[in-house]
């Protein structure tokens, strides 16, 4: 027959008050660490859709130049204010003339504080020859 080794009587079933508290510490710890990462993801996720905003608006911009006539197109600056997400945006569009035949277009649309995304795109438009 097969002989049991008897447990000692000093040993109890259960976790002790340190195993306990270093578990909790250990949980803790994790959890502090995915709140941090879950905030900046946010944020992150914040500034990637105002991106997307900006980049869409200063396109639909650079198109509406671009679809007028080219004898109605003037060189010169004009500046805006736009709200994305909240945010007071500036947007300067100024269009540039290269040549009798071709005109430049920059657009531009960033934050006064420099705080947060911000875009610029050029284009080209020319007469019909």
Do not use: K
């Not at 976790?15 to 909790?24: H, K, Q």
């Not at 105002?50 to 109605?72: C, K």
């Not at 805006?80 to 100024?94: A, E």
Request: with cysteine.
């Amino acid at each position: 027959m097969s002989e049991r080794c008897p447990r000692p009587s000093s040993a109890r079933s259960g976790f002790t008050l340190i195993e306990v508290v270093g578990a909790l510490v250990i949980f803790s710890a994790g959890v502090l660490g995915i709140m941090r990462v879950g905030s900046s993801l946010t944020t992150q996720l914040r500034y990637s859709g105002a991106r997307s905003e900006i980049v869409v608006l200063a396109n639909e911009q650079l198109d509406s130049i671009e679809s007028m006539p080219f004898d109605s197109i003037t060189a010169g600056t004009a500046q805006d204010t736009v709200s994305v997400q909240g945010w007071v945006y500036q947007r300067v569009v100024t269009v540039t003339d290269l040549t009798p035949v071709l005109f430049r277009i920059d657009v531009s649309i960033q934050r006064s504080d420099s705080v947060g995304p911000s875009h610029a795109l050029t284009s080209y438009t020319s007469a019909v020859w």
